[in-house]
């Protein structure tokens, strides 16, 4: 069984940065594509950033030049540093794994972490 945890959420103003950490448990599993999802109230999901097992990302405009996402693959873990945060990051932020074996391949996700900008 795989479990993903998150942390790293909170309350930030403006301008300010955020980390957010998630790690997989379990054993006897193989992780591909990792990354973040949000949700803003109202709003559907989306995805905010992802990375492949090669370290290769993918960004959302709206968040392209002010977060990065890394992933430890040993430790089975994936990293979002938040920079220049705007009052639009505000969202519940979902980290989500992509188990390549066994098969078949299926998504886990986190609880989700509360992210909040203020003025």
């Known amino acids: 069984q795989v479990q993903l945890v998150e942390s790293g959420g909170g309350l930030v103003e403006a301008g300010g940065s955020l980390r957010l950490s998630c790690a997989a448990s379990g054993s006897g599993f193989a992780i591909g594509k990792m990354g973040w999802y949000r949700q803003a109230p109202g709003k559907q999901r989306e995805l905010v950033a992802s990375?492949?097992?090669?370290?290769?990302?993918d960004y959302s405009d709206s968040v392209k030049g002010r977060f990065t996402i890394s992933r430890d693959n040993a430790k089975k873990s994936v990293n979002l540093q938040m920079n220049s945060l705007k009052l639009e990051d505000t969202a519940v932020y979902y980290c989500y794994a992509n188990v390549v074996l066994p098969l078949p391949r299926r998504d886990y996700w986190g609880q989700g972490t509360q992210v909040t900008v203020s003025l």
């Open positions: 990375i492949t097992i090669a370290a290769i990302t």
